[in-house]
């Protein structure tokens, strides 16, 4: 574990990492310059811009000139040696989660920036420039944080999040990105079932749900086919707040695939067993 005067640095440095990478990216945010390509063969659609590209390698400079023995996982220039995933400190950087939504015009993506210490998630940062928001986690003292620039008072303010208590299902406000992340039969019927026991569904938001349902506003989310960079930068934001993350099989989630996040213990143990049903 890092000591509480590392942890701060870390803190600090993503914090620069988030200012530096959002002004590139709102360079391109509703303009004509968003420079897309798609990454996907051409029956799919796997979007990227230049803001994406652009975004990741201005972070992994800074992180290669701070921390150059660290290791580093981004989705659009992969990993940083063959071994990145197995050493003991590794970043983990999607410069815009959310790049069908960045390049719709809807502000519902985010830089996502996380550091794991052998192979756990420790340190998680989500940071929406355009809506100037930022949420992160503080593994010292266990909580996680919002930020919001409020220009009217020219000032910044930091509070202390939490997930919210919810304990029955019909009560629950669930969210996934798309229905089309569930893409085998077990998936479909796994997530359908549970969507017909809770009060509400909505869909979209890709990182910003995770962080909603950190800030209380939301009790689950559910989705499948997600990589590490989806989902380990998050997990340290939700479990900071009071919240669970895990896989379908209640299993650790940093990895990706299949993932399960939850305000409420007794929620999340309903939800893993009507999954699994």
């Not at 989705?223 to 960079?229: D, S, V």
């Amino acid at each position: 574990m890092l000591h509480s005067a590392n942890l701060k640095k870390i803190s600090n440095f993503s914090h620069i990492l988030a200012d530096t990478s959002g002004e590139v990216i709102l360079r391109s945010f509703r303009t004509a310059a968003l420079g897309i390509e798609n990454k996907a063969n051409r029956e799919n659609f796997d979007p990227v811009t230049v803001a994406d590209r652009a975004a990741e390698a201005l972070i992994r400079e800074k992180i290669s000139a701070t921390y150059p023995s660290h290791g580093i996982i981004g989705e659009e220039f992969g990993v940083t040696s063959p071994n990145s995933s197995e050493q003991d400190y590794c970043w983990i950087l999607d410069p815009i989660d959310g790049t069908r939504a960045f390049l719709s015009g809807f502000p519902t993506w985010g830089t996502l920036i996380g550091l794991m210490i052998d192979q756990k998630p420790i340190f998680g940062m989500m940071n929406q420039p355009f809506t100037q928001e930022r949420y992160w986690s503080d593994l010292q003292n266990n909580t996680s944080y919002y930020r919001s620039y409020h220009n009217d008072q020219d000032e910044l303010k930091d509070q202390n999040i939490k997930t919210r208590p919810c304990p029955r299902l019909e009560d629950a406000i669930l969210t996934s990105t798309h229905p089309d992340l569930f893409v085998d039969d077990f998936e479909k019927k796994s997530f359908y079932a549970l969507k017909s026991k809770v009060r509400m569904t909505r869909y979209g938001g890709d990182c910003y749900s995770y962080c909603l349902l950190a800030s209380g506003h939301i009790d689950l989310v559910v989705e499948a086919g997600l990589q590490i960079y989806d989902i380990a930068p998050l997990i340290p934001i939700i479990e900071g707040a009071g919240g669970i993350v895990s896989n379908w099989d209640g299993g650790p989630a940093h990895k990706g695939g299949r993932v399960i996040a939850s305000g409420d213990p007794e929620l999340h143990q309903q939800a893993l067993d009507h999954l699994n049903s």
